[in-house]
């Protein structure tokens, strides 16, 4: 068939797989976990899936980017910043969407709903400004 699917690290921090639109099977979300100048003026990023890309674009490490696929090309560029939705990929939270209250060093805060919390800034990934753009499964 022609069903599509993202998989996604469930609150147990085991891989599953959600189903989605076709039209969202377009775009993935990468995290942003090194990056290294090249001559030219180029920066060639590293993403947390281990894949690379050669880039103009202007990014940090901690930024997530949303890739349009197949062709891989990057259509807008997530900072982390106040206000941020986030999902959590590791640690005891995993699997948790919240919204982004401040980054102090190495720590992250966040809310999910009336809870704050707070976790490393390296198990986050920023998946929208003010909305969600890619679906993460059901909130649990």
């Not at 377009?26 to 180029?42: E, F, T």
């Not at 699997?95 to 986050?124: C, H, M, P, W």
Request: glycine share 10%; net charge positive; proline share 2%.
């Amino acid at each position: 068939g022609s069903d599509h699917y993202r998989m996604i690290i469930n609150s147990k921090g085991r891989v599953q797989p959600v189903s989605i639109s076709s039209s969202e099977a377009g775009i993935k979300i990468c995290k942003v976990k090194s990056k290294q100048m090249l001559r030219g003026g180029k920066t060639q990023v590293t993403f947390h899936d281990g894949t690379t890309q050669v880039t103009s674009e202007k990014m940090q490490v901690g930024d997530s980017v949303v890739l349009q696929l197949p062709q891989r090309t990057i259509s807008k560029v997530l900072t982390p910043t106040k206000g941020s939705l986030i999902y959590l990929m590791s640690g005891k939270h995993s699997g948790t969407v919240g919204k982004l209250l401040e980054i102090k060093q190495e720590r992250a805060f966040y809310s999910v709903g009336d809870t704050n919390d707070a976790t490393q800034k390296k198990y986050l990934v920023v998946v929208g400004d003010d909305k969600q753009l890619i679906t993460l499964g059901d909130k649990k």
